[in-house]
């Protein structure tokens, strides 16, 4: 697709500049670092990424921190808290019956005395090295070093925001939309081309910012998500891309082998919206069967051929805890 994105639909496809095909560090380069830590984005950025992605979720007093869940468990040191033992608690969240810690009933004072860990220590053991030597980062902070990193190193680093859970936020008073708003608007990012992007799988939360900013939308759908064309037409009222399955781009066959492409980068591309697929992973266990090399299960397999299937589909970013490597795929494809 052009660098140049601006359809002529209802949202008026706010124009931007991006690079494509784009590589976005998922999490930070969260292959090689415990995810959504200052140091995984740093070392994304360093490692060329042309953006870092990062979820979100509020505090007691909501402040919005990059967690991927608002259970602390997985990822942090909270467990070992007595200190806050009688938190832990059971709730439903998206539907979803979870025990643990959650960021909602903590305040952001609660969460500095946390540090992180890596989520994977099986897969990602080398990760592990790295456990308790940061705290949960707030979206502040982030954004704060992307600027940083974007002044020192002569180019724009751009940023896609995932809002989670929005309903349940919804539901419990902490709606996310306010103060994600507020925090653009402190780092001067609430415009078209400021390279922050938004993203949520949740339609009612991307239909409700819409009207009120100008950042790019990013509807992100899962397997099994509508994809036809009455979808389509209707996520292309309210954003300006799509964050999809990379089984939605390139389905698996029954053997689990890549099948051939689908039609939904086309489909998409023809209403002017923008394709990212995620997450592309570089450990065998994530791998279609042929692009995996040997039998460990935590071995790298070839993600760079992987992610060339996706260039060649005419995907517009790929979305990847493995940065360098696709980025080394996308300099040998241009
Ligand atoms: O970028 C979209 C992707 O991050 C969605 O999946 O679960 O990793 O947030 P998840
Ligand atoms: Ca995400």
Redesign the pocket.
């Known amino acids: 697709m052009s660098v140049l994105t601006a359809g002529p639909t209802s949202r008026s496809h706010t124009a931007r500049l991006a690079v494509t095909p784009a590589v976005v560090a998922?999490r930070g380069a969260s292959g090689y670092r415990p995810e959504h830590t200052l140091d995984a984005y740093r070392t994304a950025i360093r490692m060329g990424a042309d953006a870092i992605?990062l979820?979100l979720v509020p505090t007691a007093d909501g402040v919005l921190l990059a967690r991927?869940e608002n259970e602390l468990g997985l990822t942090t040191d909270v467990v070992a808290r007595p200190e806050l033992a009688h938190r832990r608690t059971t709730k439903v969240v998206d539907g979803e019956t979870v025990t643990g810690w959650f960021s909602e009933d903590l305040t952001l004072a609660e969460v500095r005395t946390l540090t992180t860990r890596e989520r994977r220590p099986g897969l990602r053991p080398g990760n592990t090295l790295h456990d308790g030597r940061e705290g949960v980062p707030t979206l502040d902070e982030v954004l704060a070093l992307v600027a940083t990193e974007s002044v020192r190193r002569g180019r724009a680093v751009g940023v896609?925001l995932?809002l989670k859970s929005t309903a349940y936020f919804d539901g419990v008073g902490l709606p996310v939309d306010e103060p994600l708003l507020a925090a653009l608007r402190r780092h001067g990012l609430d415009h078209a081309r400021s390279g922050v992007t938004l993203?949520s799988f949740d339609a009612v939360v991307l239909r409700r910012l819409a009207p009120r900013t100008r950042v790019p939308l990013v509807q992100?759908l899962d397997v099994g998500d509508p994809v036809d064309a009455a979808a389509l037409d209707a996520i292309e009222e309210y954003a300006d891309g799509l964050?999809v399955h990379q089984e939605l781009v390139l389905p698996r066959t029954a053997e689990g082998t890549l099948d051939a492409p689908t039609r939904l980068v086309r489909d998409a591309h023809r209403r002017w919206l923008d394709v990212h697929v995620?997450?592309l992973r570089a450990e065998n266990h994530y791998l279609p069967a042929d692009f995996r090399i040997g039998p460990d299960p935590a071995g790298l397999g070839d993600l760079g051929g992987y992610a060339r299937a996706f260039l060649d589909a005419g995907v517009d970013g790929l979305?990847t805890d493995h940065p360098d490597l696709a980025l080394r795929t996308v300099a040998a494809a241009a």
């Open positions: 998922h992605e979820d991927h896609l995932e993203m992100l964050g995620w997450t979305i």
